[in-house]
């Protein structure tokens, strides 16, 4: 190799250095201010709002904690916030979602152009779906792929498992099962997600996952008492885990119309983890933000359980004003477009909490020895 063209190398590299410097992080945001803070860390924290593209997120939780909602709020949202620049695929391996999205949102996000052409049963058919896919996001477009779920993926190993079981039945053989070699967790660990992340970020895109919890029957009396499947692999290579528990339902005339989920971050790759809130899911409408910000703003939940207390039924939006309920401070503040006037107040709040419990000393090494 010549000086010139070893030059020319370093020039190119120095090159592709500043434009990643240069180029914009990008963030999806989940449609709630609250969840976005949890998950982004916030702009004064110097990350941002929502799920930094590059992250392979995990939402794990029981039954009825609405993890597939949760997944068509974000996709919608943020078609509409960047338009026809972001690209989504929606792989419901459990055929379970049956929300009307063009209703709710104003977009059939289960058209045939957002789900796959070919199956996806197993492992080794999803990392082909997701890398197909990742390959279609051009340079100024942004996405993101929902599995729904992890756990109803199989894998070749077991899809030929039980092709010769179903052989040996047919000949009224008894069938050997041998030893379960764990086909879709060795899968992921070796070959899944290797290069993922790199190629992820390079596409401005999220790989969100959608996991099941089950019983942990081994848990003990100190253990946790689920677990999720998936195998050590996720959870290594995971950006953002956050569990969602159902903490209430509100109903009308004895039918639920509504659902508060308590969302905690487990793991984020910001420096203000463990974060949690709630939010409030209305299976007509979606997520309410404002809802949830005007009950963060005053006050109006129990911070454990997220039942309303009695000051959500006089609320002072400003001094000199008289006491409303939330329900009038909603219409009060879409009459009188408030509403990022609210948004903002929302953030300053979480932000000054922040700033109030932050241990603040100076450097350790600018720390002069008492003992020199």
């Given at each position: 190799?010549?000086?010139?063209?070893?030059?020319?190398?370093?020039?190119?590299?120095?090159?592709?250095?500043?434009?990643?410097?240069?180029?914009?992080?990008?963030?999806?945001?989940?449609?709630?201010?609250?969840?976005?803070?949890?998950?982004?860390?916030?702009?004064?924290?110097?990350?941002?709002?929502?799920?930094?593209?590059?992250?392979?997120?995990?939402?794990?939780?029981?039954?009825?904690?609405?993890?597939?909602?949760?997944?068509?709020?974000?996709?919608?949202?943020?078609?509409?916030?960047?338009?026809?620049?972001?690209?989504?695929?929606?792989?419901?391996?459990?055929?379970?979602?049956?929300?009307?999205?063009?209703?709710?949102?104003?977009?059939?996000?289960?058209?045939?152009?957002?789900?796959?052409?070919?199956?996806?049963?197993?492992?080794?058919?999803?990392?082909?779906?997701?890398?197909?896919?990742?390959?279609?996001?051009?340079?100024?477009?942004?996405?993101?792929?929902?599995?729904?779920?992890?756990?109803?993926?199989?894998?070749d190993e077991l899809e030929s498992r039980k092709e010769e079981r179903h052989k040996a039945y047919d000949k009224d053989k008894e069938f050997d099962t041998g030893s379960f070699l764990g086909g879709s967790a060795k899968f992921l660990s070796q070959e899944f997600f290797r290069g993922l992340t790199a190629k992820l970020e390079e596409k401005n895109c999220v790989l969100y996952?959608?996991?099941?919890?089950?019983?942990?029957?081994?848990?003990?009396?100190?253990?946790?008492?689920?677990?999720?499947?998936?195998?050590?692999?996720?959870?290594?290579?995971?950006?953002?885990?956050?569990?969602?528990?159902?903490?209430?339902?509100?109903?009308?005339?004895?039918?639920?119309?509504?659902?508060?989920?308590?969302?905690?971050?487990?793991?984020?790759?910001?420096?203000?983890?463990?974060?949690?809130?709630?939010?409030?899911?209305?299976?007509?409408?979606?997520?309410?933000?404002?809802?949830?910000?005007?009950?963060?703003?005053f006050d109006c939940r129990s911070e454990k359980t997220g039942e309303l207390l009695k000051s959500s039924e006089k609320i002072v939006y400003k001094e000199g004003m008289e006491p409303m309920t939330l329900e009038e401070l909603i219409a009060y503040i879409h009459d009188n477009k408030l509403r990022k006037e609210v948004k903002q107040a929302c953030i300053d709040k979480w932000?000054?909490?922040?700033?109030?419990?932050?241990?603040?000393?100076?450097?350790?090494?600018?720390?002069?020895?008492?003992?020199?």
């Open positions: 190799m010549t000086d010139e063209q070893l030059k020319a190398i370093r020039r190119n590299q120095l090159a592709e250095k500043k434009k990643e410097e240069q180029r914009e992080r990008v963030y999806l945001t989940t449609n709630s201010t609250l969840y976005d803070l949890v998950v982004g860390g916030g702009t004064k924290s110097g990350y941002g709002m929502g799920f930094v593209a590059g992250s392979v997120v995990r939402d794990h939780a029981g039954e009825g904690s609405s993890k597939s909602f949760k997944a068509v709020e974000c996709i919608a949202a943020n078609y509409h916030k960047f338009k026809d620049k972001f690209k989504w695929r929606y792989v419901d391996v459990e055929r379970g979602n049956t929300i009307d999205t063009e209703a709710l949102y104003g977009v059939d996000i289960f058209s045939p152009e957002h789900v796959p052409s070919k199956p996806v049963i197993t492992v080794e058919q999803w990392e082909y779906d997701v890398n197909k896919f990742l390959d279609s996001i051009k340079e100024d477009e942004c996405g993101i792929y929902v599995l729904d779920s992890l756990d109803a993926l199989s894998s996952i959608i996991n099941q919890e089950r019983d942990n029957m081994n848990a003990g009396m100190y253990g946790k008492k689920y677990r999720v499947g998936g195998g050590r692999a996720v959870g290594f290579y995971e950006s953002v885990r956050v569990q969602s528990k159902l903490r209430s339902k509100e109903e009308r005339k004895g039918r639920a119309v509504s659902a508060l989920i308590e969302i905690t971050a487990e793991k984020t790759r910001h420096p203000r983890p463990y974060r949690s809130c709630f939010v409030t899911l209305i299976f007509t409408y979606g997520i309410d933000s404002l809802y949830d910000e005007l009950c963060f703003l932000e000054a909490i922040e700033d109030s419990i932050a241990i603040k000393r100076p450097s350790k090494f600018d720390m002069e020895d008492d003992d020199e």
